[in-house]
């Protein structure tokens, strides 16, 4: 699977997982009925704690992006259907924004940034 997780990351590693997996699902990479690694197999992988492997799985399934059957693992749901949480979203992006700003963007930098990494995240060639 696509996924890594990288200790010296100021993100928990937990969070790493799920926006990982997120993206994997918004790109169609990932679609409704796809099966995701166990926790068990996916926390080997990454050489992780099966307990953040866990965490990362039980938030996506909140946000109702994952499917979990006791016994049968996790699977990717219908993404369109994803519930959006516009206010939980600008606070998410509320601090990205601001630290862009003290970095020194300019507006047109930050929506040419965001651009490109929408085209990114759909895979558009253009």
């Not at 992988?45 to 016994?71: M, P, Q, S």
């Not at 049968?72 to 749901?77: P, S």
């Amino acid at each position: 699977m696509l996924i890594s997780a990288d200790p010296s990351d100021d993100q928990p590693i937990y969070r790493q997982i799920v926006d990982q997996l997120r993206q994997l699902i918004a790109a169609g990479i990932l679609q409704p009925g796809d099966p995701l690694p166990s926790v068990r197999q996916l926390a080997a992988d990454l050489g992780v704690n099966l307990n953040t492997v866990a965490i990362a799985y039980r938030e996506l399934a909140g946000e109702g992006l994952v499917e979990i059957k006791h016994g049968r693992g996790a699977r990717v749901t219908a993404a369109r259907e994803h519930r959006f949480d516009e206010e939980r979203m600008r606070k998410l992006l509320v601090p990205i924004l601001s630290k862009m700003i003290l970095a020194g963007k300019s507006d047109g930098e930050i929506v040419g940034l965001l651009r490109e990494e929408l085209h990114n995240i759909r895979g558009d060639k253009t």
